[in-house]
């Protein structure tokens, strides 16, 4: 990796120009994705492709099974389900692209929860303050953590792993023994989790501007590397085919939801943050340096990249998305719970996040990465559930994939650095 952008395997440029009979320039594009494909998969870069094709089996497998597994119903539910803990692994993307991990995430996603549910129901601050309280003390810990981590020198793995047992002793106090804080049924945070948009336009109207934003972005970048004239860049047919792609899923989407229920509220903020942090992580100098820091920490120092402003801003990046995915956990259920820490919560995150494509190595993920990971690991839970299959099953499923993703992970990286790519 250089060390300021990921290193990119070569993309088809000719497709773009291509020229002389319809006939003619189709079967040349084809030939052109033909290449590229086969490039990257030579070239151990992968994509989302792996994790795509995993998707699509497990719900067919599921659906062969149980024909309700791919109900609007169920289907709805999922999309709500992966909220809370996706925005969490959204943040642990952060952390990893940086080759560091934090163990925290499920202690201060259960703290946050904790904190505006004492000052919202047992001292009568109103919600929105709460809100903003139990985001800070998110925040806080990431800066502390991260302080710690860059400034010190401390092994994030130590560091997490002791604000895994702090902050959960912490989040105990909080309680006071209580136990659990049942929340307000008409409340601002409940609300986030079960409000629906009825009107079908609503979703459709997402579909379609989500689709053409795609290839309007997509469009102006290919013109902008195709003016460089070093760059690779995606040719005319390939935008187009993706574009294509997009609009599939996402109206068939808009569609299952709308004879249900219509767009739940919260599927429609957890995209709103993959959007916005990827445009922070791909769009932005910021993001270029933790890529770059991802790669290899001295090279990022000595072209001038503040280190320890970086790495001590992703965890307090991490530990807020934490908060904000345990605020969407507690308003799921309507209560925050002094045992939302324990159970699976931080393997989920972590395993979401590199099931999508997020590598541990570092440099190398998505903020998507989490989206995908999260719906691979809780269509597994709900196909499971339908089926009336234990959960200890479903445990080992879920190892089985993560261990999987490691795997192809690791190769990949092996293959790339044959290749010269990272």
Request: glycine fraction near 12%; charged fraction near 10%; hydrophobic fraction near 55%.
């Amino acid at each position: 990796m250089g060390a300021v952008t990921p290193p990119e395997p070569p993309s088809a440029g000719p497709s773009s120009g291509a020229t002389g009979s319809p006939g003619r320039e189709a079967g040349q594009w084809r030939k052109d994705l033909v290449e590229v494909a086969r490039r990257r998969l030579r070239g151990g870069e992968l994509g989302s492709a792996s994790v795509i094709v995993a998707l699509a089996v497990i719900w067919a497998v599921f659906e062969s099974l149980d024909t309700s597994f791919l109900s609007p119903r169920n289907l709805s539910n999922l999309s709500v389900d992966i909220v809370g803990t996706g925005l969490i692994a959204v943040g642990v993307v952060f952390v990893l692209l940086l080759g560091e991990i934090d163990l925290s995430v499920a202690s201060v996603s259960a703290l946050a929860a904790a904190v505006f549910a004492a000052g919202n129901v047992r001292y009568g601050i109103p919600e929105v303050p709460a809100v903003l309280l139990a985001l800070a003390v998110g925040a806080a810990v990431g800066a502390i953590q991260g302080f710690i981590v860059a400034k010190v020198g401390v092994p994030s793995f130590v560091v997490t792993l002791a604000g895994l047992l702090g902050w959960n002793g912490l989040t105990l106090y909080v309680f006071g023994g209580q136990g659990s804080i049942i929340l307000d049924d008409n409340g601002l945070v409940v609300t986030l989790t079960h409000y629906y948009f009825h009107d079908v336009a609503v979703a459709y109207g997402l579909a379609a501007f989500g689709t053409a934003a795609y290839f309007l972005l997509s469009y102006r970048n290919a013109r902008r590397r195709r003016a460089v004239g070093a760059l690779p860049t995606r040719g005319m047919h390939e935008i187009a085919l993706r574009t294509l792609a997009l609009a599939a899923v996402s109206f068939a989407a808009a569609w299952t939801l709308n004879q249900f229920l219509g767009l739940p509220l919260a599927l429609l903020i957890f995209l709103g943050f993959l959007v916005c942090l990827d445009v922070l992580l791909r769009r932005t100098t910021y993001g270029r340096r933790i890529f770059a820091l991802g790669g290899s920490v001295e090279p990022a120092r000595r072209a001038g990249i503040a280190v320890v402003s970086v790495r001590v801003s992703v965890f307090m990046i991490s530990s807020t998305m934490a908060a904000i995915g345990g605020l969407f956990l507690a308003s799921r259920i309507t209560s925050a719970s002094e045992t939302a820490s324990s159970g699976n919560l931080l393997m989920q995150a972590i395993a979401a996040a590199v099931i999508g494509g997020t590598s541990l190595f570092g440099g190398r993920g998505r903020t998507w990465s989490a989206l995908l990971g999260i719906l691979v690991i809780q269509s597994i839970a709900s196909g499971m559930a339908l089926l009336g299959i234990p959960v200890a099953v479903q445990l080992m499923i879920t190892g089985v994939v993560l261990l999987a993703a490691v795997i192809i992970d690791t190769l990949a990286r092996r293959t790339m650095h044959a290749h010269g790519w990272a």
